[in-house]
T-cell receptor, first 113, second 113 residues
Framework: DGGITQSPKYLFRKEGQNVTLSCEQN?????MYWYRQDPGQGLRLIYY???????QKGDIAEGYSVSREKKESFPLTVTSAQKNPTAFYLC????????????FGPGTRLTVT | GDSVTQMEGPVTLSEEAFLTINCTYT??????LFWYVQYPGEGLQLLLK?????DKGSNKGFEATYRKETTSFHLEKGSVQVSDSAVYFC????????????FGKGTRLHILP
């Protein structure tokens, strides 16, 4: 089955701890994205990567970091510098064709207390 | 920059009612337009798309027509069901920007039995 896997579905952390969210895809898509979703605010782009070993900041990159060592994987680290980390995090991919429809994973809900 | 504006929710309708969710956009290039749907606790799924002016996207009884003259892409369905209750996002990808998809803030739809 081709798809995007995000794990875990729910994640709980104490304030001050870094946490890494996993995103894996077997669609052979070139580009991968991380979004944050808060109630009533839609989707906000955190980071994105079009090729291995390269990534760009999105609109709200502060307090987050990413890596793209493999085409299939794009993990997101939420650092202790992120002031309001509790949110629903969505990973997405695009095949890199001219019509940039995105394919989304099921999301990870992070709660920091 | 490019942007998407969609009607604020929540929108509450009775089953079998006619649905319209308005979406307008601004873009400097030649965008492709999308509607995504998000069911509770899940990631987004592509509902339909249109890649050029006057194209009509359709899926699962939903339709939207790409109107360049009014810069609109309104979502319609003739008879909604309880299972259509979800959040709907209008989005565009613009070849000028090439890397990103711009999402609207989402419209929550409640269908009453």
């Amino acid at each position: 089955d081709g798809g995007i896997t995000q794990s875990p579905k729910y994640l709980f952390r104490k304030e001050g701890q870094n946490v890494t969210l996993s995103c894996e895809q077997n669609l052979n898509h070139d580009a991968m994205y991380w979004y944050r979703q808060d109630p009533g605010q839609g989707l906000r782009l955190i980071y994105y990567s079009q090729i291995v070993n390269d990534f760009q900041k999105g609109d709200i990159a502060e307090g987050y970091s990413v890596s793209r060592e493999k085409k299939e994987s794009f993990p997101l680290t939420v650092t202790s510098a992120q002031k309001n980390p509790t949110a629903f995090y969505l990973c997405a991919t695009t095949p890199g064709t001219s019509v940039y429809e995105q394919y989304f994973g099921p999301g990870t809900r992070l709660t920091v207390t | 920059g490019d942007s998407v504006t969609q009607m604020e929710g929540p929108v509450t309708l009775s089953e079998e009612a006619f649905l319209t969710i308005n979406c307008t956009y601004t873009a400097t290039g030649y965008p492709s337009l999308f509607w995504y749907v998000q069911y509770p606790g899940e990631g987004l799924q592509l509902l339909l798309k249109a890649t050029k002016a006057d194209d009509k996207g359709s899926n699962k009884g939903f339709e939207a027509t790409y109107r360049k003259e009014t810069t609109s892409f309104h979502l319609e369905k003739g008879s909604v069901q309880v299972s259509d209750s979800a959040v709907y996002f209008c989005a565009l990808s613009d070849l000028v920007w090439d890397d990103k998809i711009i999402f609207g803030k989402g419209t929550r739809l409640h269908i009453l039995p």
